[in-house]
């Protein structure tokens, strides 16, 4: 593949209800599935040279579905990171995590802080996984973090605001994909999206494959960014 790549891919992984519901399952079976298809986009990004990468994983407001798909998403993360981190640490991949883990339910939090602290020596891509994120919930931290700090207006820069968003010290995403068909950000690193090149494809996110992901990295290479000069 010619032409640029992204240092950063964000991806609103959207459609796993509707790809259950199309085939008579429960939803929970649309998660299930959805979990194989960030394996294959871990890999991919990976085995293409992607140094970050963004996986919008539960979202702030998603705290308002059932409370049993809630925990099949919780227990599925934990069973998703008991056989990933192992492979991660070989492939040199280092987990982060972005959005408040203060909330989870404590097996999956602690889950987490586990494959954190395991992959940490990882150089080759970070993985993001946002949980319980909010764009303004990130926002309203970092404006909290100034005023505890007693800063002056003086100290508030578009840099020092990055660098206490929950990406801080990552470049901001280039690519921004969503799943699903639906041409909305949900809340999604409104701030760190300021230039990301938009990728939204009718494609469910279970169904999503590498070539799907290739797809998006062609149309991307194809794309002028112009950050507002000529
Ligand atoms: C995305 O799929 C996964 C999460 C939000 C956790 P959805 O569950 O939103 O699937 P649809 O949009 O209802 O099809
Ligand atoms: C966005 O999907 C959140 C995640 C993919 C985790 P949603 O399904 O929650 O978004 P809306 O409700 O369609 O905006
Ligand atoms: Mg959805």
Known sequence: MGGHLPSHIAVIMDGNGRWAEGRGLPRTEGHRAGAEAVRRVITGCRAAGIRHVTLYAFSSENWGRPRKEIRHLFSLLKEFL???????EG?????????DTTALPPGARAAVTRGIRRTSGGKGMTLNLALNYGARAELVRAARSFVSEGASPGDVTEQSLAGRLDTAGQP???LLIRTGGECRLSNFLLYQCAYAELYFTPVLWPDF???????????YAARSRRFGRI
């Open 91 to 99: 492939k040199g991949i280092a987990l982060n995590v972005l959005g």
């Open 172 to 174: 901001d995403p280039d």
């Open 82 to 88: 008991g056989k990933e981190i192992p492979l991660m």
């Open 209 to 219: 494959r590498e070539e799907h992901l290739h797809a998006a990295l062609e149309d």
